[in-house]
């Protein structure tokens, strides 16, 4: 009889260690499913906030260019915006003027401002 009970609590003993093995197992995945998310959730405000400081950033270069200039409507400040971002990130002119439905000649009206200015710290970096 004592050696059926020892026995009895040995199968028990090795199956709550089988069980707790299993359920480690579940705990890792879920937690690593969760860290996952998170990451992914951290990722995708990162990208956010990257747009929107780009979007800052080609604002204030919209507006320091058109201090002297009549402010333009908030449609033509956001396709302004587009053009020059597609710009700043290497498109051609041709490549612009497909993406934002305009001519090649618009296109070219729309950055010529911000052309001159890179030329002229070109030549004023150059000349120091």
């Given at each position: 009889?004592?050696e059926?009970?020892l026995a009895?609590l040995?199968?028990?003993?090795?199956?709550?260690?089988?069980l707790s093995?299993?359920?480690?197992?579940?705990e890792?995945?879920a937690?690593?499913?969760?860290?996952?998310?998170?990451s992914?959730?951290?990722?995708?405000e990162?990208?956010?906030?990257?747009?929107?400081?780009?979007n800052?950033?080609?604002?204030?270069?919209?507006q320091?260019?058109?201090?002297?200039?009549k402010?333009?409507?908030?449609k033509q400040?956001?396709?302004?915006?587009?053009?020059l971002d597609?710009h700043k990130?290497?498109?051609?002119?041709?490549?612009?003027?497909?993406?934002?439905?305009l001519?090649?000649n618009?296109?070219?009206?729309?950055?010529?401002p911000?052309?001159?200015q890179k030329?002229?710290?070109r030549r004023?970096a150059?000349?120091?």
């Open positions: 009889m004592m059926w009970a009895i040995f199968g028990a003993a090795a199956m709550l260690l089988i093995f299993y359920k480690t197992r579940q890792s995945k937690g690593k499913r969760e860290m996952e998310e998170f992914i959730s951290i990722m995708k990162v990208q956010e906030l990257q747009k929107q400081l780009r800052f950033e080609l604002d204030a270069e919209v320091s260019t058109e201090e002297g200039k402010a333009g409507s908030a400040r956001l396709l302004l915006r587009e053009v597609l990130r290497g498109y051609s002119f041709e490549g612009i003027a497909a993406e934002t439905k001519t090649e618009e296109v070219k009206l729309l950055l010529a911000y052309m001159e030329g002229e710290r004023v150059n000349e120091s």
